[in-house]
């Protein structure tokens, strides 16, 4: 029997079996349950039909992790159009730009952002702009109470299919100008279905949203956790105090963090010794890229809480990768931080492989370095409006697969570990030189809170290490510690060649919302007098 593979079964399924139960708790202190918010998704359905959203039209969501992104998310794919949520973090230019390319009809915006689509609203097809306080806004903007209150709940369900494209996903823009990811049906279930799975998510779940919703659908967890009848807890941004205090109050027992929100928490715990869980275990999920050992060591051993560490794109559902598998290390041994800290091994009908520049599969040898490419059900359908784009994210090394653009080693046990960026990777004189090893390698010194390693451009070498430091006082000026005791410190650590040649102190390193390290910024600024970015030495 085949059944269509359809997103808006999450919902309906959590207004079935958990309809009386609380589904969310609101940054504005109300709580609905599954019940109220399928009542409130219905009338967002009824409203943008009432103004002419059709199947298939775009509608974005600008806003923080709030109970209006979430409704708004569901009403827009219950009326069969695209959910397109924005980046809260991004420029009107940024706007102007992605509103234009997906052609959008209509949007959302939180009060605190809607002065960047009104700053570019009459230059960009949206008809419709609708914002959750109106008084707060310039411009004409429709309320998103009196909407809803006006639309009553009925609205026509049209008829869908799992290949129908539902959500379009913007890339955070590490390189170059955004990309358009388009997301099936089908695509977006699998994946519910499979980080349900790696990620133990249960009905009885309490998850804080610390991670931004308009990331990839927040990796997922707005079809998944309402699926399974999980309770939420809304947020406008991490505040990391009130996320201790939230953990214990509600007994959060699941949250997902970027690496920089890892070091924000770990920062107030050491300054402040709060109160780390309620009732409940907690388990917390990182990406991005791959965590310190010492950060693993004092969220897990001190804080209390289990780390998991999982790998992926916006382009692959996020979620393909994870090394949080029993089975591989010891809980109790301190040698599981090394395990923990690598990509690792596919999640469950993912295929993931560490190719040549051949496309042949690379020895399990945790040395040599190929590029990571993925086939799964969960890889997106391609690029909006980029066929070339999305021909080459599937046919350079091995055709049909994704290709990550990330550079990694395979262990023997087939755990994958994750050595660079293609364009990132440091020739030395002819050695290629890992800057995550760098970068790991200077976590574990004291006086480094932040860092990111480049290669800069040598006489001698043709590149060379540098890196970027944020020092732990975070005084660029009195960083407590030089240049010379950071390059001996990866000296001792590293094989020489591979020692940290040059070093700059900053206040702070460029990243993305998600908060990966925006290393071609720091790459465009060191080759800027340079013919090209690569090492002529």
């Known amino acids: 029997m085949r059944r269509e593979l359809l997103v808006t079964d999450f919902l309906d399924r959590a207004r079935t079996y958990y309809g009386d139960k609380e589904a969310l708790l609101a940054t504005t202190g109300e709580r609905f349950t599954y019940g109220e918010l399928g009542d409130r998704a219905d009338r967002v359905s009824a409203a943008l039909q009432d103004r002419g959203i059709e199947k298939g039209d775009r509608v974005a969501v600008l806003d923080p992790n709030t109970h209006y992104h979430m409704e708004a998310a569901h009403g827009i794919m219950q009326a069969g159009a695209v959910h397109t949520p924005l980046n809260y973090r991004l420029t009107p230019a940024d706007f102007e730009y992605i509103l234009n390319d997906a052609d959008v009809a209509a949007i959302y915006a939180d009060h605190e952002y809607a002065d960047r689509i009104e700053a570019v609203r009459d230059s960009v097809p949206t008809e419709t702009f609708v914002t959750n306080d109106t008084d707060a806004v310039e411009g004409n903007w429709e309320s998103f109470e009196e909407m809803l209150l006006e639309a009553g709940t009925d609205y026509h369900r049209p008829e869908m299919t799992e290949d129908e494209i539902i959500t379009i996903n913007y890339t955070s823009g590490t390189t170059g100008d955004p990309k358009g990811v388009m997301r ?11 980080i349900s799975i790696h990620h133990h998510i249960s009905d009885d779940d309490v998850y804080l949203w610390t991670l931004p919703m308009f990331h990839a659908n927040g990796w997922g967890h707005i ?25 214990v109050a509600e007994d959060v027992s699941y949250m997902c963090a970027a690496p920089t929100v890892l070091d924000m928490l770990i920062d107030h715990y050491e300054a402040h010794a709060p109160e780390t869980t309620g009732d409940r275990d907690v388990r917390i999920a990182t990406g991005g890229s791959a965590p310190p050992e010492a950060t693993i060591r004092t969220i897990e051993d001190d804080i209390g809480w289990h780390l998991q560490h999982i790998y992926g794109a916006t382009e692959t559902g996020p979620l393909t990768l994870t090394s949080d598998f029993g089975r591989f290390y010891d809980e109790k041994s301190a040698d599981r931080f090394g395990v923990k800290k690598r990509q690792g091994i596919g999640f469950l009908g993912t295929e993931i492989d560490v190719v040549d520049e051949d496309g042949d599969s690379v020895p399990r040898d945790d040395e040599t370095i190929g590029e990571i490419v993925i086939h799964g059900n969960q890889v997106m359908e391609g690029y909006r409006n980029k066929p070339e784009a999305t021909e080459e994210a599937f046919t350079d090394r091995r055709e049909g697969w994704y290709h990550s653009g990330d550079l990694a080693t395979v262990d023997e046990d087939g755990f994958v570990s994750i050595k660079d960026r293609k364009k990132d990777i440091i020739v030395s004189g002819g050695e290629n030189i890992s800057s995550v090893e760098l970068e790991d390698a200077l976590y574990d010194h004291s006086a480094v809170s932040a860092v990111a390693v480049i290669p800069a451009p040598s006489d001698e070498w043709g590149e060379t290490p540098k890196a970027f430091v944020v020092p732990d006082g975070g005084d660029p000026d009195d960083p407590g510690v030089d240049a010379d005791e950071l390059t001996a410190f990866t000296r001792e650590n590293l094989a020489n060649y591979k020692a940290v040649t040059r070093v700059e102190f900053v206040a702070e390193l460029p990243t993305t919302a998600t908060g990966k390290v925006q290393k071609y910024e720091l790459r465009e600024q060191e080759w800027e007098d340079e013919e090209s970015m690569v090492g002529q030495g």
């Not at 099936?184 to 499979?194: F, P, Q, S, W």
């Not at 999980?230 to 996320?243: H, M, P, S, Y």
């Open 223 to 247: 079809f998944a956790l309402t699926g399974l009848g999980a309770r939420q807890i809304c947020t406008r941004g991490v505040d990391v105090a009130e996320v201790f205090e939230t953990v």
């Open 184 to 194: 099936t049906h089908r695509t977006e279930t699998i994946h519910a279905y499979l």
